[in-house]
């Protein structure tokens, strides 16, 4: 009976969750490459033209240099991490839903500190971004310390990322 769970898993892991983790990957992929090019933009128009901001702007170009860059950067890491947690309900545990959630935390500390002024910087604010530093320090701890008790190394020493766990080891 034990032969035929182990056939179900690895017709499950090739049918479901290689696709799964393509269309992830190619997805990331593509939110990067967005996010690059759009800082690229972004430096361009501060360097070579008047990088005037106009209030009714619809061109993609005026959405760009109106939007700061850590604005854009955590847009960009909100939505990977969205992509991270969607490709988590395929898997069969939720175990490694650490990593995009520190992803999350750190798209919402971004955010906030991109929007952040000496007029709106108060004390509520610095409560919300002292909150998330100690979320995402507990989160990293937690991360640390479920690599240390599977007996994992430390950061490998190979670059390839040809398994599930990418260049940077586990998943958590």
């Not at 901001?53 to 700061?68: E, F, Q």
């Amino acid at each position: 009976m034990s032969d035929l769970g182990s056939e179900g898993d690895a017709r499950f892991a090739a049918h479901v969750l290689r696709p799964a983790r393509i269309i992830r990957w190619v997805c990331q992929m593509i939110i990067g490459v967005g996010l690059t090019v759009a800082l690229i933009l972004k430096i361009y128009m501060l360097v070579l033209t008047d990088y005037q901001c106009t209030a009714d702007g619809t061109t993609i170009g005026n959405a760009i240099r109106c939007t700061s860059a850590l604005e854009l950067t955590a847009y960009t890491l909100a939505l990977v991490a969205a992509f991270d947690l969607a490709y988590l309900l395929f898997e069969d545990t939720m175990e490694r839903a650490v990593r995009p959630l520190l992803m999350g935390l750190s798209a919402t500390l971004l955010f906030i500190l991109s929007g952040l002024t000496v007029e709106t910087a108060n004390w509520q604010i610095a409560m919300t971004i002292v909150a998330l530093a100690a979320a995402l320090t507990g989160g990293l701890a937690f991360r640390f310390w479920m690599r240390r008790s599977r007996g994992a190394p430390n950061p490998p020493e190979s670059t390839s990322g040809t398994s599930d766990q990418g260049a940077h080891g586990s998943e958590y």
